[in-house]
């Protein structure tokens, strides 16, 4: 199981420059925060390259990745990675499917809690739903040029002891996910950066077909 979250923090989260971000006011954030509800409700599919550079504090190194994603509504978000090892990741509901050359496995989420929150929060960070739920996290909003960037620190204490705060960049003109930033108690970070997204765009069922 622990190889499965270290996997799904990979899969997840993305840390951010913090350079030129500004604080915004309360009614600002408001209106930030629902624009980004508005289409994360609306959001029919997403799909996208991704870069993923992996920073190690103990290691003073850096592992990148690049990959593919696929997500569609309600509850469906799949990782491809191609280089320089070939892994997929599909979530599908309630289950949880790794497989690379050598084997395939299917877990439940919802026999682990830690699993279960984790694999809620990729899924919402996707679209930004996770600024909602602010019983796990407090939001703060800032502006970055072209972009706005949603900071959350955790609340409950399982989130607390595997990360210290994520935090979400979208593009303020179409209000969808670009990075994310996750980091965790270790010191560690994670970097994905999505490319070439697509919104709206067909996607077909079988990439999220769980064997």
């Known amino acids: 199981m622990k190889s499965l979250l270290s996997l799904l923090f990979l899969v997840a989260f993305v840390p951010v420059?913090?350079?030129?971000?500004?604080?915004?006011?309360a009614a600002e954030a408001a209106q930030m925060m629902?624009?980004?509800?508005?289409?994360?409700r609306t959001t029919t599919s997403l799909q996208a390259t991704?870069?993923?550079?992996?920073?190690?504090r103990v290691l003073n190194s850096r592992l990148v990745?690049?990959?593919t994603m696929h997500y569609r509504q309600p509850a469906q978000l799949r990782w491809t990675y191609t280089t320089p090892y070939r892994y997929t990741f599909v979530l599908n509901g309630?289950?949880?499917?790794?497989?690379?050359?050598?084997?395939?496995?299917v877990v439940d989420v919802e026999q682990n809690k830690v699993f279960r929150r984790i694999?809620?929060?990729m899924m919402d960070s996707m679209t930004g739903r996770c600024l909602n739920d602010r019983r796990s996290f407090k939001v703060a909003m800032f502006s970055e040029g072209n972009h706005w960037v949603a900071r959350l620190t955790p609340l409950q204490s399982e989130m607390k002891q595997l990360f210290s705060s994520l935090s979400l960049t979208f593009d303020a003109l179409r209000h969808i996910?670009?990075?994310v930033e996750m980091k965790e108690k270790t010191g560690d970070t994670t970097l994905i950066?999505?490319?070439?997204i697509k919104k709206d765009a067909p996607i077909d069922a079988q990439l999220f077909k769980v064997d």
């Open 17 to 25: 420059g913090l350079s030129a971000q500004k604080a915004v006011d």
């Open 177 to 179: 996910v670009v990075r």
């Open 65 to 67: 990745a690049r990959g």
């Open 94 to 105: 309630r289950k949880v499917m790794l497989k690379s050359d050598k084997q395939t496995q």
């Open 119 to 121: 694999a809620q929060i």
């Open 50 to 56: 991704f870069v993923q550079t992996k920073s190690l």
């Open 34 to 40: 629902a624009q980004i509800n508005d289409a994360a």
């Open 193 to 196: 950066e999505l490319q070439q």
